[in-house]
């Protein structure tokens, strides 16, 4: 493939996402500045890769893949001694509780606070499957983790949102304050 031709289809192919990314890696890092690193790395890692891209496949769960294989080579970076929590992914999975719906009444920043307290490990697997609705069988192969880790780690993000969220929906008459006591304490 020639030069022009492959500059062509990278941004016929791949640059129509770099918003959608952008979002993505901001609600990440929760940081604006990190996040245009962390999607500039990601669009150069692609670009030098672009020769083993399949023209006609998912261009956008590829540009996914490396965004987070970027994001966790960060992560780790920074976080060295940090340990990943063990999870016992069926026995969540299997007893999980199917979240409640709040009111549209809660703000974005809201929303987005309460993603701010998620652990990273979670919120990817939320952020992937409720905000960018990518299957779980795509986001296991996007964090190249088995799919009950998605399943578990999506049950878990939830549950941490809505624990957080709790307070919120007591101020707007969604729930009573004893059941956001019962929700902080599950």
């Not at 022009?4 to 979002?23: K, M, P, Q, S, Y």
């Not at 940081?31 to 790395?41: I, K, M, T, Y």
């Not at 049950?155 to 941490?160: E, P, W």
Request: glycine share 4%.
């Amino acid at each position: 493939m020639g030069s022009d031709i492959t500059r062509e289809l990278f941004e016929e192919e791949a640059v129509g996402h770099l918003n959608e990314l952008f979002r993505t890696a901001n609600r990440l890092t929760m940081d604006a500045s990190e996040a245009e690193d962390l999607v500039q790395e990601t669009y150069m890692q692609a670009w030098k890769s672009f020769d083993k891209y399949e023209p006609g496949t998912n261009c956008r769960a590829w540009l996914y893949k490396i965004l987070f294989n970027k994001f966790d080579h960060h992560r780790r970076k920074k976080y060295t001694k940090a340990k990943y929590l063990t999870e016992a992914d069926e026995f969540v999975f299997e007893n999980a509780a199917k979240a409640e719906s709040v009111s549209e009444r809660i703000t974005d920043r809201q929303i987005l606070a309460a993603l701010g307290r998620v652990p990273e490990h979670y919120r990817s697997v939320l952020i992937l499957c409720d905000v960018q609705e990518f299957e779980y069988k795509e986001i296991a192969e996007i964090l190249d983790i088995p799919i009950g880790t998605v399943m578990s780690r999506l049950s878990r993000a939830r549950g941490m949102m809505k624990k957080s969220l709790a307070k919120v929906a007591v101020e707007y008459g969604v729930i009573k304050a004893e059941q956001a006591v019962m929700l902080a304490a599950a």
